[in-house]
């Protein structure tokens, strides 16, 4: 995850889309490309198991089946809510806390999510195990690794106070862009983690690790990470595109429940450098975290919502108050 304060200092209302990569767009049918209404879709990141619904409706042609060509971009040096938000993209990967912040900022940024990628928050911290951190009290006398952000600091202060532990005892670096493998083995000894790729990878490495899931000490940090996210312009204007882009979506998460490793064979067409061991195992995974709990995939909750943005207030991570019911909506989600 980007620095979030990066997001701040970037949102232009004019922005050029210079310096992104741009996947293929997928393959038009055979009644020709021109019936095709052309989608951009921005990626929070590099390609990942996250995604995998969307290369899989792009490669089983579920978007051409709704009439959708998609251009996938994949930003390098502007963030996706920057572009989705000043409208040079449709659709894109964010954050609740990303959208939570854009949306109470000075100078606001209308993003909205549409539909929750995963259904509960899989981050924690992670040590390796011979750091013998079991509990947040362990975190004193020793050094965290994370990205710099002000909402890693205010997860460290909530998980040591619940435990009794006292947060002035950590030291904090900012080991942005180093591999979690390397900066615990030689700077750090614990960092924030998914388990949903670190985690898993710690598995397939057999590299044992100790992991404090943030839900399971505060209820309030179980928030949605990743979601789907648009602008309050497209969903003025183009309402029609964005459910069918879900609906392609639904189809492509759920075969992605279903058939896992099939799943990944769609992923890594569109990244083959990516680790094709860790990325079934993780695939496996996230088939059961995508819908938990839930009977529609992508269906969000306004008590996730509220409770974690007031959270994020109580925190002094927002500028302003926050409403929960506008910055989300299941509006668009198939049944």
């Known amino acids: 995850m980007k620095k979030i304060i990066i997001l701040m200092l970037c949102f232009m209302l004019s922005v050029n889309v210079i310096g992104c990569q741009s996947d293929e767009p997928s393959e038009p049918n055979d009644q020709g490309a021109e019936k095709l209404e052309k989608v951009t879709f921005i990626l929070d990141w590099l390609p990942n198991t996250n995604h995998t619904g969307i290369y899989t409706a792009i490669e089983k042609g579920y978007f051409t089946e709704e009439g959708l060509e998609i251009e996938i971009i994949q930003p390098t040096d502007v963030d996706v809510n920057t572009l989705v938000g000043a409208g040079q993209g449709d659709l894109g990967v964010s954050f609740q806390e990303q ?7 000075k100078n606001p940024i209308p993003l909205v999510a549409v539909a929750a990628i995963i259904q509960h928050n899989t981050s924690g911290f992670a040590a390796p195990i011979d750091k013998n951190i079991n509990s947040p009290k362990d975190f004193e006398g020793k050094k965290y690794g994370g990205w710099g952000t002000e909402l890693e600091t205010a997860f460290l202060k909530t998980l040591m106070k619940k435990d009794g532990a006292d947060f002035d005892k950590i030291e904090i670096f900012d080991v942005t862009g180093q591999d979690f493998f390397m900066s615990v083995k030689n700077d750090v000894d614990f960092r924030w983690i998914f388990y949903g790729w670190d985690g898993i990878a710690a598995q397939v490495k057999n590299f044992p690790i100790s992991f404090i899931k943030l839900q399971d000490v505060d209820p309030r940090l179980d928030f949605y990470t990743p979601v789907l996210v648009t602008n309050e312009n497209m969903i003025k204007n183009k ?4 459910r069918k882009f879900l609906r392609a979506a639904k189809k492509g998460y759920e075969y992605a429940i279903e058939n896992p490793d099939k799943a990944v064979e769609d992923l890594l067409k ?3 450098e990516t680790d094709k061991d860790i990325a079934i195992k993780s695939q496996e995974y996230l088939a059961k975290e995508y819908k938990k709990g839930n009977e529609r995939w992508g269906e969000m909750k306004l008590d996730t919502w509220k409770n974690f943005g007031q959270w994020m207030y109580e925190n ?7 409403n929960a019911e506008e910055a989300f909506t299941n509006e668009f989600l198939p049944e």
Not at 239 to 242: E, K, L, S
Not at 316 to 322: A, C, I, S, V
Request: glycine share 0%.
């Open 99 to 105: 959208i939570t912040m854009a949306r109470t900022a």
């Open 316 to 322: 002094n991570l927002l500028q302003n108050e926050f």
């Open 270 to 272: 569109h990244a083959p």
């Open 239 to 242: 309402p029609d595109v964005i």
